[in-house]
């Protein structure tokens, strides 16, 4: 087996590297407009019954809202698309679903565009997430299932903290 020495090429390559990544700075910083996310929320808890209320603005570098456009955001890898108003207010509800309760904040992140001239900022919202008892109300469901055996439960509804979020009738499938 014939060893070959890398180093010259792994050096090279992390040397382009630092030079696209600081091409890519200069572009950000004289051709994209930068934006400050400045969010909010007036109350201490939320749960998935009680969805926490976000409200605020975006507004670019120098003071300029942005009124009347369609946003991005990200919070914990959920979407939330809406619009501003004509004082560059935002406003929306985040209901969460996966979160650990141990957690103390919310990132909030502004995704722009692709094809927007402004760049991205993110900020983080303080909250105490609170557990969410669930009940499921079962309809059908197999008598006996052995190792290996696939089953389907009918679930008649979903509740909860005693809310009932899905009235329809959904199939749960499994391999035991």
């Not at 439960?153 to 199939?171: A, C, G, H, Q, T």
């Amino acid at each position: 087996m014939v060893e070959r020495d890398f180093s010259d090429l792994q050096n090279a390559t992390a040397e382009r590297n630092r030079s696209i990544q600081e091409i890519q700075a200069d572009i950000r910083q004289t051709e994209f407009v930068h934006t400050n996310l400045n969010l909010q929320s007036s109350q201490g808890t939320a749960s998935y019954t009680d969805p926490l209320s976000v409200s605020g603005e975006i507004e670019t570098a120098d003071g300029s809202i942005l009124e009347k456009e369609t946003i991005q955001f990200t919070v914990e890898g959920q979407t939330i698309t809406i619009d501003t108003d004509s004082e560059g207010e935002i406003q929306f509800d985040y209901r969460p679903a996966m979160e650990n309760v141990s957690t103390d904040s919310l990132a909030i992140t502004y995704v722009p565009a692709t094809e927007s001239a402004y760049l991205g900022s993110e900020t983080e919202v303080n909250v105490s997430l609170e557990q969410t008892r669930t009940e499921l109300s079962i309809q059908d469901s197999p008598e006996e299932l052995a190792y290996g055996d696939e089953g389907t439960i009918r679930v008649k509804s979903i509740f909860f903290n005693s809310v009932l979020v899905n009235p329809l009738f959904s199939r749960i499938s499994f391999t035991f």
